[in-house]
């Protein structure tokens, strides 16, 4: 049975997965509508993987005899200035779940649990890769900064990235 304290900020946790799975989307279809297609694809699958984060968490705390909850997202409308933005807003957003999922590492410690704490060590090794992919992706734009020939090449690069990801999760 689930601590509740500990049952709690995993619910916390969930809520965190769905916001990032929707901001990526938003992110996605704002790439889509301003003609980088390449983006638009890698965060759409980026949207993807937050929303199996979500429910990889939601099935662990039913199955751990918890109650999920799926939380309501009412946000309003998400706009982005440019590419730098999305990417600035996307690393940001990373920091803030990495440091959710210490918290929830905490927990599982002060609480004893250490059977969620085994499970959330997939979590944090996940953040750590999504940070420094944020972090290379903001360190490109900064360098292209408004050339169009880098933006274009940067594009097609990320479509690129996409493709091989899943191609890689594929063979895996
Ligand atoms: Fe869920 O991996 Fe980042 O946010």
Redo the contacts with the bound molecule.
């Keep these: 049975m689930l601590n509740k304290k500990v049952e709690d900020i995993l619910n916390k946790q969930i809520s965190g ?1 769905a916001s ?1 799975s929707h901001l990526y989307l938003a992110m996605a279809s704002w790439a889509e509508n301003a003609g980088f297609g390449g983006t638009a694809a890698f965060l759409y699958t980026h949207s993807d993987e ?1 929303r199996q ?1 979500m429910l990889k968490l939601v099935k662990f705390v039913n199955e751990r005899g918890g109650k999920a909850i799926i939380p309501d997202l009412s946000v309003g409308t998400i706009s982005f200035k440019n590419l730098k933005d999305v990417f600035k807003t996307l690393l940001d957003h ?1 920091i803030e ?1 990495t440091n959710s999922i210490n918290e929830v590492v905490h927990v599982c410690l002060n609480e004893k649990d250490y059977t969620t704490h085994n499970f959330m060590q997939w979590y944090v090794a ?2 750590l890769e ?1 940070e420094a992919l944020a972090r290379s992706i903001l360190d490109k734009l900064n360098l292209i900064d408004n050339d169009k020939g880098g933006l274009y090449l940067f594009d097609r690069d990320l479509e690129n990235f996409k493709a091989d990801t899943v191609a890689n999760d594929q063979a895996n």
């Design positions: 997965e990032s937050e984060h990373e779940v996940e953040q999504e």
